[in-house]
């Protein structure tokens, strides 16, 4: 952008900063240097670089470890994390109080006690 004279309007000076700090993304964004995938891995940019031969792998594997989990709590989650980053931290934080407050409030008894069987064991 800063390059060709082109404001950022797609979000980009506000993301970019948010997942890689404000510091790299001036740098990055101001110097307009680009980065390498082992540059944007470092920076948590991308959360994994792999070559292009084993991409659906990699993709596969991480699907499946998401899909063997509780798909109710996994929908929860992500939407309280994806929710929490629009708010300031201390609001984040209440947000996830209150959704993991009504989730719990969901349980059936059956679940709740078979939720803190699981915590007790990996306790002791």
């Keep these: 952008h800063a390059r060709f004279g082109i404001f950022p309007s797609w979000g980009l000076s506000q993301k970019l900063s948010r997942i890689i700090g404000p510091n790299k993304a001036r740098e990055v964004s101001l110097g307009a240097i680009p980065l390498t995938a082992e540059q944007a891995e470092k920076l948590g940019f991308v959360n994994h670089v792999v070559e292009g031969s084993e ?51 969901g349980m059936t008894k059956e679940q709740f006690k078979k939720m803190q069987e699981f915590i007790a064991g990996r306790s002791s």
Excluded at 63 to 92: E, P
């Design 55 to 105: 991409l659906m792998t990699k993709a596969r594997e991480i699907a499946g470890a998401i899909a063997k989990n509780n798909q109710d709590l996994v929908l929860r989650y992500k939407s309280v994390i994806n929710d929490g980053l629009k708010l300031n931290l201390g609001d984040a934080l209440a947000l996830e109080k209150e959704r993991a407050h009504d989730y719990y409030n």
